[in-house]
């Protein structure tokens, strides 16, 4: 089984800044590309940034300079870090993880169940 376990939402102020992580655990043999996606309500779900396992990173265009995007391969983790935050940020965040659970497995993707943002003074 693989689990992929999001924290560090909450309510925060506009102007004011957040951190999120996301922890991918149990039988996994390689992580390659880790992203952040949000979806709030009524909207369609958006990819917000994506970091490669070189840690290549690109973000969506409305929280480029705002956002950052890194991760921990030895820990299996991906965080993001969010700054000068906006009402419009409002989302659940999800991550998600293409990965190999065994060296001959094939890629699948992988996702959290979420952590709710809410931005509002």
């Known amino acids: 089984q693989v689990q992929l376990v999001e924290s560090g939402g909450g309510l925060v102020q506009p102007g004011g800044s957040l951190s999120l992580s996301c922890a991918a655990s149990g039988n996994i043999f390689r992580i390659n590309d880790m992203s952040w996606y949000r979806r709030a309500p009524g909207k369609q779900r958006e990819l917000v940034a994506t970091?490669?396992?070189?840690?290549?990173?690109k973000y969506a265009d409305s929280v480029k300079g705002r956002f950052t995007i890194s991760r921990d391969n030895a820990k299996n983790t991906v965080y993001l870090q969010m700054n000068n935050l906006k009402p419009e940020d409002t989302s659940v965040y999800y991550c998600?993880?293409?990965?190999?659970?065994?060296?001959?497995?094939?890629?699948?993707?992988?996702w959290g169940r979420g952590t709710q943002v809410t931005v509002s003074s």
């Open positions: 970091i490669t396992s070189e840690s290549t990173t």
């Open positions: 998600a993880a293409e990965l190999q659970r065994t060296w001959y497995a094939s890629v699948q993707n992988y």
